[in-house]
Structure formats: C-alpha cells, structure tokens
C-alpha cells in the first residue's frame, strides 16, 4: 500500500505545491505545512477506493487539510509571523511594475479559504460538477460563486490589488 | 481579462514550489513512515508537554493529603472549628481544579488528532462543527461547577483563619501562610475566568464555523 501511495503521490506532488501555495505562501515554516498535508493524504488513503482519478481525491483532501490545519493553528492561537516571501510579496503590491502573477497572488490571497479552493479547482479546469462534487454545494451554487469570484479577482486586477 | 488569459497566469503560477524542489519517492516514504515533522504534530507535542506537567500535579496532590493525615496523626496540625475536612479541603479542591485542567487538555490534544479530510469539503465543515456542538454545551455547567468550587476554596481558608492569621511583616510567625492564602485566593478566583477564557476559543471556533457553512449555501 505504501508503494502505491508513494507512486500516485509522485506523479501528483504538484497538487500539494499549489494547495501549499495559496493557503500557506506566508508561513515560515514551509516544509513543515508540505509534509503535514502528506501525512493526512496518507492517513486518508484507506478511503481511496479508486472510483474517482486520484488527482481529484488528492485535491480534495489537500483542500481539507489545508483549512483543517488553518483553523487548528486558529484554535491553538498560533502566531503566524511574516515570511521574507510575504514582505517581498507586500512590497511588491505596491510595484507599478508588479506581474499579472504576483497580482494574481494578491487576488486570490484576499479570498476566504471555501472561495480559494473553489477559484484554484476552476483555474485547474476541474468541470462545475466535479467542483461541486468536491465542494459539497449543487452546481448552480458553484456557478454562481465562480462568476462572483472571477469579478472579485479581474476587479482586483483592474485596481492593481490596492 | 478573460478566463483562458487567468489560467494561462495560474499554470506559471503553478509551477512555483513551496519548498526548493520535488521530493523523490524515498523522501515521501520517510515522511509518511515518520509522521514526525508536520505543524499539527508539533501543536500536539505542545499540549503533550503541558499534559504531562498537570498529570504530575495531579499524581503529587495525594502524597501532600496524605502528608497532611500523617501531621494530624501526630496531632501537628490545627483545625478549623467549623470546617468538615479541616484541612484536607484545599489539597481535595486543587486536585478537582487540576484534574479539570488534565481535562481540558486531553480535549485539546483530541481535537488536534480528529480530522475529516477524506469527504466534501461541506461534510467536514459540518462533522467538526457537530463535535464543537456537543463540547460547548456543557459549557454554563462547567463555569457554574468551578465557581463553586472557587468559593467553597475561598469561604474554607477564611473558616480556618486563614485571613484573620494574615500577617505579612518579615519577622511575623505567619509569613509564609499569609503568602500562600493570597495565592491561594488569586488562584481560586481566576479559575472561573480561565475556564471561560478555554470556553470561548471553542464558541469563537464555533462561530466562524457556522459562518463558513453560511458562506457556502449563499447564493447571490
């Protein structure tokens, strides 16, 4: 079993990366977040049964694990300190010159943590269905939440995140 | 801007790692054998520590009770005329107090090991807030149980003169008693407030809960 799980997670360690990056870009501790989310996709793979691509499964328990961990750190008051990415990330918000990548960032950084998962899945080209499978929410709900997302982001832009 | 243009923007975007480079097999197989270095193994670490120390207080509070018995065997101790107990109540009340807070961290510590990852992402929402639920109901009797407790304390020390003794000048017989009453009362008091300091992070955790799950079934 751990042979099939290192595979499958090796072909899809970018999935990781991208949950990783948009919910903790920030932390200092970067490795420590990459390998807790390896861990839980591990403690969670008993419940993989093959039925759906394990791209999606990794997805979804990332996602979960990312608020999970979130709200736990929330809970324990954790202080969360100022990563060099983050001030480089700041003080590049204020760049005239800022990439559409690093603005990109700043957008999605500003969403809640349902509407970064829902925005990251779109992004990804996950179909309306597959993310409201994911999600939990029918798929004119997630229809909606993606137009609304996707105006907050372009809007984002359009003000140059400021 | 359109769609294809924002993910066009999100593929470089996600092409940067979070850590220096991709791990190799080897190194996945030693972090799911270890299962040592993740942020939620730390936390739990934390709360072990402290675990530990209440467990110790705890298991030494009896050997101060009986330490006590063996002193009023020897007839070296003084009781308070009015007080049932005498002086066996404050030892008996700290242990309940201690015993609270071994509680309270054995709670924490199994909050940190629950997860629902494996469902939707609204299945987990609601499992973690129905455990929320059943921990925070029970939280006016908790407060109400240790004010209680915190006044029994308060009313046994002045019973057994515990205030009427106080005398904090250097060469006074009473010193140290006088010292330790005061502890002993600013301690008292402050167990109601930390409990529901303990109570809110569950309600305040509760509540961004309750919002999420609005959030998610909004529709505009």
Redesign the interface.
């Known amino acids: 079993m751990?042979d099939e799980?290192?595979?499958l997670?090796?072909q899809n360690?970018?999935i990781v990366?991208?949950v990783?990056?948009i919910y903790?870009?920030d932390r200092l501790?970067?490795?420590?977040?990459?390998?807790?989310l390896?861990?839980?996709l591990?403690?969670?793979f008993p419940?993989y049964h093959g039925t759906a691509k394990f791209s999606t499964w990794m997805y979804?328990?990332c996602?979960?694990?990312a608020?999970?961990?979130m709200?736990?750190?929330?809970?324990?008051?954790?202080q969360v300190k100022l990563s060099e990415v983050e001030i480089d990330h700041i003080s590049s918000a204020d760049d005239t010159n800022q990439t559409?990548?690093e603005k990109?960032?700043s957008a999605i950084d500003k969403l809640?943590?349902?509407d970064k998962?829902i925005i990251a899945l779109y992004?990804?080209?996950y179909t309306y269905k597959e993310i409201s499978?994911?999600?939990?929410?029918s798929v004119?709900?997630t229809g909606?939440k993606i137009q609304?997302i996707?105006t907050q982001?372009?809007k984002s832009?359009e003000n140059g995140n400021h | 801007m359109e769609t294809i243009e924002l993910r066009r923007i999100w593929n470089t975007l996600a092409k940067e790692k979070l850590i220096d480079k991709d791990l190799a097999k080897e190194n996945i197989l030693e972090i799911i054998t270890q299962k040592s270095n993740g942020v939620i193994n730390k936390l739990q670490r934390k709360h072990q520590l402290d675990f530990n120390r209440y467990l110790g207080v705890v298991i030494f509070m009896p050997f101060v009770i009986l330490f006590l018995i063996h002193r009023d065997s020897q007839g070296l101790l003084t009781h308070g005329s009015s007080v049932p107990g005498g002086p066996y109540v404050i030892p008996c009340l700290i242990e309940a107090f201690m015993i609270y807070a071994l509680w309270s961290i054995k709670r924490n510590i199994d909050f940190m090991k629950r997860t629902y990852n494996a469902g939707t992402l609204k299945e987990s929402l609601v499992k973690m807030k129905s455990y929320f639920e059943t921990i925070t109901k029970k939280r006016t009797g908790t407060i109400l149980l240790m004010a209680i407790l915190a006044f029994i304390e308060v009313d046994t020390l002045i019973r057994m003169g515990g205030i009427e003794n106080m005398n904090f000048s250097l060469n006074g017989p009473y010193i140290f008693e006088s010292y330790f009453s005061v502890f002993i009362i600013l301690l008292t008091i402050s167990v109601p407030f930390i409990v529901r300091l303990d109570i809110k992070r569950y309600t305040d955790l509760l509540r961004d809960l309750d919002q999420t799950l609005e959030d998610l079934d909004e529709k505009e």
């Open positions: 751990k799980f290192t595979d997670l090796y360690q970018g990366h991208k990783c990056n903790f870009r501790e970067k490795e420590d977040y990459h390998q807790e390896i861990i839980q591990w403690k969670a419940s979804r328990v996602i979960n694990a608020i999970d961990i709200r736990k750190e929330k809970f324990q008051l954790k559409n990548k990109l960032y809640s943590s349902i998962a992004l990804d080209e499978e994911m999600i939990g929410i004119s709900n909606v609304r996707k982001i372009l832009f």
